[in-house]
């Protein structure tokens, strides 16, 4: 029953002419292509891989200066499919060379918090670095966005502190992605913990 449903989904989604015109993960092209890749590792058929890299192209032509951040339908959900699709060998490619556009794209968001809507997208871009720091050698650009993160986790207690406990889980989910970082950015990581638990996010600025 299951396979029948899973074999008719991958045959509709190759045939059909109405599969979304945005880029994003959730719920648009890169989303679709995952799928196929799945799938065409599963049945072993050839076609659905080239529908696939199909999508992934116009996914890469849809991309501007001014994508939207956030995971469901911006770069950090697209950047986080890319890196699965690679680390599982769906895709062969050197991950630092396909990625590095959206490393410098995710790091210029951080930097300029204007292009982030929500505090919710410093924990979207915090899933695209969990999946991309299993296959990096690029460890400067992880302590760039440790710091940024914390910086950005300042801000926001010092516009509403009720926002303590998830400041702290994303300092604990970064410690826990960096299981082999060196010991001054983990420094940095339990201070900024010890900080976001303080009354007085004015505070923070002794980090």
Known sequence: MVKKYVDNLAAEVIQSENIPCFPGLYYGKMGYAVFLFLYASYS??????????????????HLHANSPVNYPYGLSGIGTAFAYLIQNDYIKADADKVLNNYDMKLIKALKDNRMLRSDRQIFDIRKYRSTRVKQTN????????????????????????????????????????LVNTNKQVKEKIALGSEYAKKENALEWQYI
């Open 44 to 61: 072993q058929d050839k076609i659905y891989q080239v529908h696939a890299f199909n999508l992934i192209a116009e996914v890469n032509s």
């Open 138 to 177: 690029a460890n400067y650009l992880l302590k760039d966005v440790i710091e940024l993160v914390i910086r950005l986790i300042y801000m926001i207690l010092l516009r509403d502190y009720s926002h303590v406990q998830e400041a702290c889980k994303i300092l604990s989910a970064l410690n826990s992605d």
